[in-house]
């Protein structure tokens, strides 16, 4: 299968790795500081670009509204930018910008089309790419809407550092370590809006955490209780599980007709 089936809520899933070094052939590297806005449609201009090292914010907009309708993540080999545009247009508003110093690949999409045009899997991939990551996003607003804010946050945190570092899921296993070191520090404003919640809420939860020992800054790095994380983290693993029948539902699919291949 082209597309990993490891779902995490709120994270757009990784590409295969073989769709990854294409895009690496095809484009060029660029680094944008913390805070940096990398996309918005509609616009002139719309870049197709694959994380390499950080994590992206990804913003649906209300025109009518302050607030955003759905914020969702992309972590390393994920796509951000106007993947959500390739096969079908839509007059949707969208703002991407960096949670961390992030570094991405830019890449063609017209180009990068016509090469997967060549390789059926490839193709699929990318045909199927944006309802696969809908799947996370309802994972996301499932965990929202079942889980007090403590538990969502602890969630929130397991899955921004598995997104940067796969084997962080590894030191959340009983009697391996008591504290874990996250792997990304996430915004205080991006997690609230993802979780639901507000700032203060996150304030008064992490004021709750350092009173009972269950979080300790040292050495410039945030360590967290490993029960913690890994009670909360087990708690919706049924729903994690239930995500691969969703992803095989999409993949049966049948493709899109682009404006290339329309008959003649």
């Known amino acids: 299968m082209s597309l990993t089936s490891a779902f995490l809520p709120w994270f757009a899933l ?6 990854r070094g294409v ?14 806005r990398i996309y918005e449609s509609p616009g002139f201009f719309q870049k197709l670009m694959l994380v390499e ?6 913003a649906l907009l209300d ?13 390393p080999g994920a796509f951000c930018g106007s993947y959500e545009t390739l096969f079908l247009q839509d007059r949707m508003q969208r703002r991407h ?28 991939e990318l045909s199927h790419y944006s309802s696969i990551c809908a799947v996370s996003d309802r994972l996301g607003l499932l965990v929202t809407h ?10 929130f945190l397991v899955a921004n550092s598995i997104s940067a570092n796969q084997d962080f899921q590894d030191l959340l296993r009983e009697g ?13 404003r991006v997690a609230a809006s993802v979780i639901n919640t507000s700032p203060e809420q996150i304030r008064e939860v992490l004021r709750q955490w350092l009173k009972e020992d269950r979080i300790r800054y040292l050495s410039h790095k945030v360590l967290v209780s490993r029960e913690l994380l890994s009670g909360s983290w087990q708690k919706i693993q049924p729903i994690l599980q239930t995500a ?18 329309l008959p003649r």
Request: glycine fraction near 4%; charge should be neutral.
């Open 23 to 36: 895009i690496n052939n095809l484009g060029h590297r660029t680094v944008f500081m913390r805070g940096e």
């Open 244 to 261: 691969n029948v969703y992803e095989a539902e999409a993949l049966r699919t049948s493709l899109p007709v682009r404006d290339l291949e």
């Open 97 to 124: 910008w960096c949670m961390t110093t992030t570094e991405v690949v830019v890449a063609n999409a017209d180009l990068l089309l016509r090469i997967c045009d060549q390789n059926p899997s490839w193709q699929r």
């Open 14 to 19: 990784k590409l295969s790795r073989s769709m």
């Open 146 to 155: 079942s889980a007090t804010v403590e538990e969502r946050l602890a969630i």
């Open 176 to 188: 391996v370590v008591e504290w874990v070191a996250l792997s990304v520090i996430p915004s205080l």
């Open 53 to 58: 090292r950080g994590v992206v914010a990804k």
């Open 63 to 75: 025109p009518f509204h302050k607030d955003p309708l759905l914020i969702s993540l992309s972590g």
